[in-house]
């Protein structure tokens, strides 16, 4: 069964994980996560600050479609990392229209 998320839904829970990623904060690109180098966690550090911070501003939105455009995100983030299309990712490298791509893409979600 697909979830549908409204467009407007969508919009806001994307502009919160994108506001909740600090401005300055920029991820090196790496091909591979390499175990010994605490930058290659960037990434899933971030996402897992972001999912705990998100908690915050559950009371007017559904926690599970915040958590799933915020998985989207990094789904985005991972991708740039791994294809080095630049040498740092930051928060307005995010094209809002990749992340949707993904969602659109799952098995379980679809922005209408």
Request: with cysteine; glycine share 0%; net charge negative.
């Amino acid at each position: 069964m697909v979830t549908l998320i409204r467009e407007d839904q969508f919009q806001q829970c994307f502009e919160l994980v994108i506001s909740l990623w600090p401005a300055d904060m920029k991820i090196k690109s790496s091909a591979e996560e390499d175990l010994y180098d605490p930058d290659s966690f960037g990434l899933s550090a971030l996402y897992c600050d972001i999912y705990k911070r998100t908690l915050d501003f559950l009371e007017d939105m559904d926690c599970r479609m915040v958590h799933i455009v915020n998985y989207a995100v990094f789904q985005v983030a991972r991708a740039k990392s791994r294809s080095m299309e630049a040498e740092f990712i930051t928060r307005d490298s995010i094209d809002i229209q990749q992340v949707k791509a993904v969602l659109n893409n799952s098995l379980a979600w679809e922005v209408a």
